[in-house]
């Protein structure tokens, strides 16, 4: 009996308030699905159904399934780089999604590894191409509305970007909706006919350093360049194999390529085999993996920059093969210059020259730039592509 008295009040509040607040601004928002055509996506290689939604992947799963590493294999979900694009008057931009958490290493381990996995994973907006502001959301593993624009003001039609979290702990990114206030205007943006520029690395292509999107050197890069930043970066690989070589040189979306690789070998170790690898040895693969890409595009632009300041040298440490990150530089820079004397079009960044012996540029792992190593890397990137991108 206490029950039906229970129904009888709620639906009474019902009719005087009509309904519950949440389900109030249900009602009052119309709900865009992934593959709207007015939706333009970057970065986005493919789609794959996911947790009830669409997951944006960087590489698609029939040229994943073709690479032997499975670390690389996880970053590829990750949502680094992937951004969208639309115009609307919209006063309220929502997005319903999934930030799946993808936990790494036990935490108890490292208090390092805890924090970053328990770090917000950021959106960040523009409009009519400048920067607004970093959205977080919420570190859970169930669905999730995250309120990307709430502007209080009148309505007013713009271009918007959003880019998406990009790191792979807690940040895999899977859509279900986009929210826009009902009656408002949707349309697709311009076209945006800058060129792009593909950026191949580890960790820090990948972003790891900062926590917002529009933040890593690659987003930066192409901000002052005036590009289209494709991010083809994979956190704890970046081993230059030919499989990943074949899968740049088969894509026909970019008209330049960064490739930064080779922090992850100086360890002595070849990340694929798992056998050593001398700085000679890296040498001959770095040249191998240009040799497959030159094959398939033999004038696009190719900048390939040698690793930052790491750690290792800081403190002194040999790797197994009695070798130092320098030994490593040198044979990326001596496979360039060998090149450069036929290919007028590769190009070769100095990496110590954009961070190297301030360690403050530095998070505390002394091995991935901050903010003020990223937007180092992004000037010196960005000082290289802008004469070649203007040609």
């Not at 493919?46 to 939604?53: I, K, L, T």
């Not at 920067?131 to 309505?155: F, H, S």
């Not at 890593?216 to 956190?235: D, K, P």
Request: net charge positive; with cysteine; hydrophobic share 40%.
């Amino acid at each position: 009996m206490q029950r039906n008295w229970i129904a009888v009040l709620f639906v009474g509040v019902l009719a005087v308030t009509g309904m519950p607040r949440w389900a109030r601004a249900q009602s009052d928002m119309q709900w865009l699905s992934v593959d709207d055509a007015r939706l333009q996506w970057v970065n986005a290689m493919a789609w794959e159904a996911r947790a009830g939604g669409l997951q944006a992947v960087r590489v698609p799963k029939a040229q994943r399934d073709q690479w032997s590493q499975d670390n690389e294999k996880k970053r590829a979900m990750s949502g680094a780089g992937v951004s969208v694009r639309f115009r609307t008057d919209s006063r309220r931009i929502v997005f319903r999604t999934t930030l799946l958490e993808v936990e790494t290493v036990p935490l108890a381990t490292n208090p390092e590894d805890a924090w970053e996995f328990n770090r917000p994973p950021y959106f960040s907006l523009y409009r009519e191409g400048r920067y607004v502001a970093a959205i977080p959301g919420k570190i859970q593993g169930a669905q999730q509305e995250v309120v990307i624009l709430n502007d209080r003001g009148p309505a007013r039609e713009a271009e918007y970007q959003v880019l998406f979290p990009f790191y792979y702990r807690n940040a895999e990114t899977v859509m279900h909706a986009i929210g826009l206030d009902a009656g408002a205007k949707i349309a697709a943006a311009a076209p945006d006919k800058r060129p792009r520029v593909l950026f191949y690395g580890d960790s820090i292509t990948h972003g790891h350093g900062v926590t917002a999107p529009h933040e890593t050197y690659v987003w930066q890069a192409c901000e002052r360049a005036g590009c289209v930043s494709l991010n083809f970066g994979f956190g704890g690989t970046g081993w230059g194999e030919r499989i990943v070589a074949e899968t740049i040189a088969a894509r026909a979306d970019w008209d330049a390529l960064v490739i930064a690789i080779g922090t992850n070998s100086f360890g002595g170790i070849d990340g694929a085999s798992r056998q050593k690898e001398t700085a000679a040895q890296y040498g001959d693969k770095y040249r191998a993996f240009l040799d497959v890409i030159r094959a398939r595009w033999p004038g696009k632009p190719i900048i390939s920059m040698t690793p930052i300041l790491n750690r290792v040298e800081i403190l002194d440490i040999r790797n197994p093969n009695g070798e130092m990150p320098q030994d490593y530089r040198n044979a990326i820079e001596r496979v360039v210059r060998e090149r450069q004397a036929g290919d007028k079009n590769i190009y070769l960044v100095d990496g110590l020259k954009l961070v190297g012996d301030q360690q403050d540029m530095l998070v505390t792992d002394l091995v991935h730039p901050n903010d003020f190593g990223m937007r180092s890397m992004a000037v010196g990137v960005a000082s290289v592509l802008r004469p070649l991108l203007a040609r």
